[in-house]
């Protein structure tokens, strides 16, 4: 079997709450060893429940954080709620140079800064619910938020929605394990794309340089 080095990939997930990406993320970086979950670098204090280097990578100081912003060094970055988050850019770089492939479960603006940085590397994906009854359905069976706070996530999902325009691919996920396939058949494809091949050049070169007799 011929296998030829190829540089790894940046498949990025972003919906609405609600619309199945943080299980369609999990079951893939799972399943698939070829792929793994990057992990932001975030302000925040650590939960009793998360792992340091498995959830986030805590960092204790906030200016330690804006220097690596201010310094080009994140990929991509937000301050929610008192809080920063960001994408450190080296640990990706080096992933795709060995052809690994990363995976981003973020929004719509992460997945922006990203792509203006990194176009040619990004496979964007937007997950959509089959409907806003469903999405409310979901939010609630969920048991997690007030309903104030699901009237606010409904609202926020409007907007996130108006974004899918921007994104290479639009699964709507009415089935999770159909919607599942299709996400394995899109990693599946863009893995295999002419410009990923960086032996390819040379395996050609060498296919013509050949004599048959």
């Known amino acids: 079997m011929i296998e030829l080095k190829r540089r790894g990939l940046l498949l990025i997930l972003s919906s609405p709450s609600g619309a199945g990406k943080s299980t369609l993320t999990r079951n893939l970086v799972r399943e698939d060893r070829g792929i793994r979950l990057s992990i ?3 302000t925040r204090h650590k939960r009793p429940s998360e792992i340091n280097g498995v959830h986030y990578n805590f960092m204790e100081n906030v200016a330690d954080f804006e220097e690596m912003r201010d310094r080009g060094e994140l990929l991509e970055w937000a301050h929610v709620h008192e809080n920063y988050y960001g994408t450190p850019r080296k640990p990706v770089e080096h992933a795709l140079t060995r052809g690994e492939d ?15 940085k990194m176009r ?5 994906v937007f997950i959509l619910p089959p409907s ?3 999405l409310k359905a979901r939010l609630e069976r969920r048991a997690e938020d007030t309903p104030e706070v699901i009237a606010r996530r409904l609202r926020n999902a409007r907007e996130e929605i108006a974004q899918w325009a921007s994104y290479d691919y639009v699964l709507i996920n009415d089935d999770l394990d159909r919607t599942y396939g299709d996400l394995k058949a899109i990693l599946a494809a863009e893995r295999l794309r002419r410009e990923r091949q960086v032996e390819l050049g040379g395996f050609i070169d060498g296919l013509l340089a050949a004599s048959v007799k």
Do not use: C
Request: proline share 0%.
């Open 40 to 42: 932001s670098v975030t």
């Open 102 to 116: 990363m995976m981003f479960d973020i929004d719509w603006q992460g997945t922006k800064q990203i792509v203006e």
């Open 120 to 124: 040619s590397d990004v496979v964007s």
């Open 132 to 134: 806003m009854e469903e």
